[in-house]
């Protein structure tokens, strides 16, 4: 019932929803990670990448936006990472397998962290389903979008331009 409510929230806001910026004094939440290692460093959590501009992504399986924007996040990967653009996609499904048959789909070049608990997400405050944020390398949110939109993949790419080049 829980996630049936939270589905129905989820699309009903992702309606709506396009894009908003965050006040510019928005400390990017922290939370631990696992498994990931950047330029030979162990990141234990999200306050390890300061000086790295960070693409925060949150996604589940049943998610139909999520299938259109991993291929354009690992582009962006691909094209910016020797950039210090860090790319990382938390997946709320509580069930795992679900989220490995989406990845076996849809594989991901950037770093997949599970949080079927949701809090991270709380700590988010998500508007919608996927929500995404542009974390800049003092650690503060500096864009945050709600869904992903194919005809706005230009907007998102120059927004991360934008925050390398600062």
Known sequence: MRFILLLALL???????????????????DFP????????????????L???VVYLDFWASWCVP???SFPWMNAMHSKYKKEDLVI??????QEPELAKQFLAELPAAFHIEYNPS????????????PSSYLIDK???IRVAH????????????????????E
């Open 118 to 129: 949701g809090s991270i997400a709380e700590k988010y405050q998500l508007l919608g389903m």
């Open 33 to 48: 990670m696992t498994n990931i290692k950047i330029d030979h460093k162990d990141i234990n959590a999200l306050s390890d």
């Open 88 to 93: 990382i996609a938390i997946n709320l499904d």
């Open 66 to 68: 999520c299938r259109r």
């Open 146 to 165: 709600a869904g992903f939109f194919q005809a706005k993949q230009a907007r998102y790419e120059a927004q991360i331009s934008a925050l390398l080049a």
């Open 11 to 29: 699309v009903s806001t992702a309606n709506f929803a396009n894009a908003f910026t965050r006040s510019s004094a928005d400390e990017a939440p």
């Open 50 to 52: 300061r000086g790295k």
């Open 138 to 140: 003092n650690g503060v």
